[in-house]
Nanobody, 116 residues
Framework: QVQLVESGGGLVQPGGSLRLSCAPS????????MGWYRQAPGKQRELVAT???????IYADSVKGRFTMSRDNAENTVYLQMNSLKPEDTAVYYC??????????WGQGTQVTVSS
């Protein structure tokens, strides 16, 4: 089993920034990809950003130019830097890690609320 520990959510005003962190209990090199999904009340979970081990990062159109996903190999952590936040970014954000054999692992979710 793998645990993904998320942190960094909270309440922020429109136009503000937050940085989410996701630290797996196993080396990030074990996974084919890691990324972030989000789910707003009454809506389906949607992809925010994903970073495969090979290839380019992929972002949802709604966050391109505002969100940046990165990884720190030494810290064994992936990050989602969220800038210019909008009320429509309000959601629970979930980190995931994809293992080639074991499948997908999910974090517990962290609430992001963008409101004045």
């Amino acid at each position: 089993q793998v645990q993904l520990v998320e942190s960094g959510g909270g309440l922020v005003q429109p136009g503000g920034s937050l940085r989410l962190s996701c630290a797996p209990s196993r080396s990030i090199f074990n996974f084919n990809a890691m990324g972030w999904y989000r789910q707003a009340p009454g809506k389906q979970r949607e992809l925010v950003a994903t970073a495969p081990n090979t290839g380019s990062r992929i972002y949802a159109d709604s966050v391109k130019g505002r969100f940046t996903m990165s990884r720190d190999n030494a810290e064994n952590t992936v990050y989602l830097q969220m800038n210019s936040l909008k009320p429509e970014d309000t959601a629970v954000y979930y980190c995931y890690a994809r293992h080639a054999i074991e499948g997908d692992y999910w974090g517990q979710g962290t609430q992001v609320t963008v409101s004045s």
